[in-house]
């Protein structure tokens, strides 16, 4: 079992930046890949990025490639979302997800074994 818990949310005027964390508690982190998902009120859960177990390797969405920036120490068993140039369409509920087959680029939900409660971002206008 893996255990995790996001912070860092907030309220943040657009333009602005937010830091979040997902720190993990229970199996070796390093196993696992790691994923930032949001759900906006109204809207499905969306893939937002992906790190491999080692760091290699990261993976983006479309709508968020060049503006946000995942991450992870694994001596701290926490990963990051550095969020930059954030904007309104950015408000969601932000969610962390290990993905224990550590392949390549995966971003549906079902292909993650374990996920956070969430962290709320509100970016005003």
């Known amino acids: 079992q893996v255990q995790l818990v996001e912070s860092g949310g907030g309220l943040v005027q657009a333009g602005g930046s937010l830091r979040l964390s997902c720190a993990a508690s229970?199996?070796?982190?390093?196993?696992?890949?790691m994923g930032w998902f949001r759900q906006a009120p109204g809207k499905e859960r969306e893939f937002v990025a992906r790190?491999?177990?080692?760091?290699?390797?990261?993976y983006y969405a479309d709508s968020v490639r060049g503006r946000f920036t995942i991450s992870r120490d694994n001596a701290k068993s926490t990963v990051y979302l550095q969020m930059n140039s954030l904007r309104p369409e950015d408000t969601a509920a932000y969610y962390c997800?290990?993905?224990?087959?550590?392949?390549?680029?995966?971003?549906?939900?079902?292909?993650?074994?374990?996920w956070g409660q969430g962290t709320q971002v509100t970016v005003s206008s």
């Open positions: 997800a290990a993905d224990g087959s550590g392949l390549g680029y995966r971003r549906r939900q079902s292909e993650y074994d374990y």
């Open positions: 229970g199996r070796t982190l390093s196993r696992y890949a």
């Open positions: 790190i491999s177990p080692s760091a290699g390797s990261t």
